[in-house]
């Protein structure tokens, strides 16, 4: 099977795309020919325009069609693979009354001024997602949910008051990198209030950060979309009961 590939959009290999995007300017002809303009210098040839409606007093929202020219080398991919097995509730729990001796404690919330529960509540509220139970669910997790708006260091002190575990913190808004800036903020603050020993685990998750980017960020792990409870929940059990007590 060739590692080499191209986009599928009528038939194998032809290399069709769909794109979107916006343009500062009202809806006129002009605009329809920068918006074509801009997907020819993005590498899409014989690009058409499918769709064009004025989103606003000066923008323009476009949908564009046609053949990209670049190729994807998978064995070029650098992704983050998974490093640990994925657990039951039971399991879990298990692992952790066995090993920890123990309840595991848990600290969550959204920092700086994102005000987007939806993530961390997931993870951690009982009623969880996408049909799994949320880490609030787990007999063995102590979970301590601060919500939204979180400042960095009511977020640092709360997590040495409950001598946490791990601390979760979900970002939701990334305009203008806030979700980079916060998470670096972060990681800082723990890093001067807590030795290594004392720290507690550092994960942050959000739709827009790149799982790659933990350890310049100074964070322990990065989770993206499609994360579910038991996701993290089985990596908390890898890293903080499992390793420990292999070690």
Known sequence: MSRIIRPYGDTTGDGMVQLSFTLPVPHDKRAEGAALQLAAKMGLDGAMLVHAKAIGEGYTFFVVYGASTHLVN?????????????????????????????????????????????????????????????????????????GAQVAVPDLVNRAVDEEADAVLVSQVVTQKDAHLHNTREMSAAFREALPPGRRPLLVVGGPRFDEGAATELGVDRIFTRGTTPSDVASYLVHRLVTMKANA
Do not use: F, M, Q
Not at 96 to 116: F, P, Q, S, W, Y
């Open 74 to 146: 998978l064995d070029e991919v650098k992704v983050v693979e998974k490093d640990y097995p994925h657990l039951s509730p039971k399991d879990v729990n298990d692992a952790i009354r066995e090993k920890l001796g123990r309840k595991l404690c848990v600290v969550g919330a959204c920092i700086g001024t994102d005000a987007h529960t939806v993530g961390i509540d997931a993870i951690l509220n009982i009623k969880g997602v996408a049909g799994e139970k949320g880490l609030e669910y787990y007999r063995e997790l102590r979970v301590v949910n601060l």
